[in-house]
């Protein structure tokens, strides 16, 4: 039963870097469509404070 439970978790994992990876693709053309537009009026980088 555990390894069943460990491989169904490893899909899942799988299945949720691979959003990630598709959401961050997302992200990226987005801020390349805004600073296009907007130029360096905006910030969209996270603040890191």
Known sequence: MQLRTQESLKEEIKSLESRV???QDVLGD???QLYAKFGNN???EADES
Do not use: C, E, P, W
Request: charged share 10%.
């Open 42 to 44: 905006i910030n969209l």
């Open 30 to 32: 987005l801020k390349v």
């Open 21 to 23: 990876t598709s959401i």
